[in-house]
């Protein structure tokens, strides 16, 4: 990319069509030209991962699961570039993976929920393991690519809107999931994430408890305002784009705590479980430890753990036996509120690999 680039510049320069007379090109417009190209190659290769990513699920838990991918829509976005424009207002369209159980007979199964996570990430085989035991359980998993996710070009990228319309996007999958799959069972719906996906776990049960029977929460971004502190800014970046929030904390405060889960605490109403790690190195620890108080300081009944174990921000998303100690504890919360046809399944290595049926 970088040798492609300065090929073009030198082109412009040694151009006798490209006097310094006749284009001029100062120092900043070959560094935004730079930029720009290095944006469009950016999301190119995001592309191509995507899609063969998407092939990989096929190979990685085919054998015990039919998978899909529907494209539905969510709300309209947050802010229009050209509010009076033509299309302005419209629905905001997203693919969203679709995993059912191979077996259990006809009978209905209960649905999860599972956002991805990172600011701009998408869900990605690193879930594959997990997917493969909630599929050995008899649970349908909806996994949508809300919002802001990579690997559907830039537009989709800057409608990105953390904290606030993706809770809707994850929400309309849920819909969808309950309305049209046949062996949905809309008295048993969870949610659960990670990071990113666990601030999102967090604000659909606040926002929406008459839709989710339980949520769990992994290592969730609680607390917006404190991490551009933690992370500054070149984080903060990610935000106050233009096409995001646009301001920062300290230009709009309220914005921020809108879309942080430890300022909605007191609307929580349904069951909820929370982990965290004192060594993760990307959600810190004070920060769930924020959240935690807060949800105490409202006299609420939840559950969390505070797992002293390597693996820091992946701690129970790896594959190794302390992770599969703490997914033990995810799905016997899960399984009480959702009851899924298959609890007691043995975690680790197997034949068929991770989680076989």
Known sequence: MRRFS????ALLLISPFASAAQIPISDSEVITALDGHHETLRHQMD???????????FQRVGDIATVDKVRIYGPPRWKEEKPDGIGAGNPVKFYCYVFTPKGFGD????????PHGGVHADFTTYYAHIVRELMA???IVVAPEYRGSTGYGKSFYEAIDYGGREVGDCLAAR????????????????????SHGGLIALMSLFDHPESYACAFAGVPVSDLVMRMGVWGPEYQAYYDAPYHIGQTPEE???????????????????PLRIHTNPHDEDVTFIEV??????????????EYRIFDVPGGHSFDRLDTPEAW?????????????LKPPQSNIPLGISEGGIAAP
């Open 137 to 139: 359980q008899g649970y």
């Open 47 to 57: 592309s191509l991962g995507k899609k063969v990513d998407d092939l990989l699920w």
């Open 252 to 270: 709009n405060l309220e914005e921020y705590k809108r879309r942080s889960p430890v300022w909605n605490v007191k609307k929580l109403k349904k």
């Open 289 to 302: 430890e924020h959240l935690i108080q807060a949800l105490k300081a409202e006299e609420k009944d939840f």
């Open 107 to 114: 009978q209905s199964l209960p649905l999860l929920v599972l």
């Open 6 to 9: 300065v090929f073009i510049v």
């Open 175 to 194: 819909d969808w999931a309950v309305e049209n799959h046949p062996r949905v069972d809309s008295g048993r719906v969870g949610i659960l994430g990670w």
């Open 325 to 337: 100690d703490a997914r033990k504890m995810i799905y016997e919360f899960l399984g009480r509120y």
